[in-house]
C-alpha cells in the first residue's frame, strides 16, 4: 500500500509558473502508473495527467497541453507536475493517485491510492 503526498501549491499570478511534487512512500513505486487530478470549487474532479510505470507515455487533458508536463523518477519514489502559462481556470486543488491495477488509467475510479491535495491559485 502505498502513501501519497503532495507539495509545491500556492498562489502564483496568471502566466506563472508552478512545480508539483508527489512524495511516494510504503509501496514499490515503479509498480504504480500515476496521475495527477483536480478539483475545483463545485466541479467534478478531472483528470489532468497520467503517466505510466516506466514514464514511457503520457496522457495530459486538453485544457493543459503544451503547458502542462508530467514526470516521474521511479528511483526517488516521485511525481512531478511542472505547470507553465498558468491561467485562472487552472485553480483548484490537486490529487496524485496511484493505481497497480492497470497499465494506463485516465478515469478516477481505476486509482487505489491518493493524496491530501495541495491548493493551487492562480489571479488575474
Known amino acids: 500500500q502505498v502513501q501519497l503526498v503532495e507539495s509545491g501549491g500556492g498562489l502564483v499570478q496568471a502566466g506563472g509558473s508552478l512545480r508539483l511534487s508527489c512524495a511516494a512512500s510504503g509501496g514499490t513505486f515503479s509498480s504504480y502508473v500515476m496521475g495527477w487530478f483536480r478539483q475545483a470549487p463545485g466541479k467534478e474532479r478531472e483528470l489532468v495527467s497520467t503517466i505510466r510505470k516506466i514514464a514511457d507515455r503520457a496522457y495530459y487533458t486538453d485544457s493543459v497541453k503544451g503547458r502542462f508536463t508530467i514526470s516521474r523518477d521511479n528511483a526517488k519514489n516521485m511525481l512531478y507536475l511542472q505547470m507553465n502559462s498558468l491561467k485562472p481556470e487552472d485553480t483548484a486543488v490537486y490529487y496524485c493517485?496511484?493505481?497497480?491495477?492497470?497499465?494506463?488509467?485516465?478515469?478516477?475510479?481505476?486509482?487505489?491510492?491518493w493524496g491530501q491535495g495541495t491548493q493551487v491559485t492562480v489571479s488575474s
Open positions: 493517485a496511484a493505481t497497480a491495477r492497470y497499465t494506463y488509467a485516465q478515469r478516477a475510479d481505476r486509482y487505489d491510492y
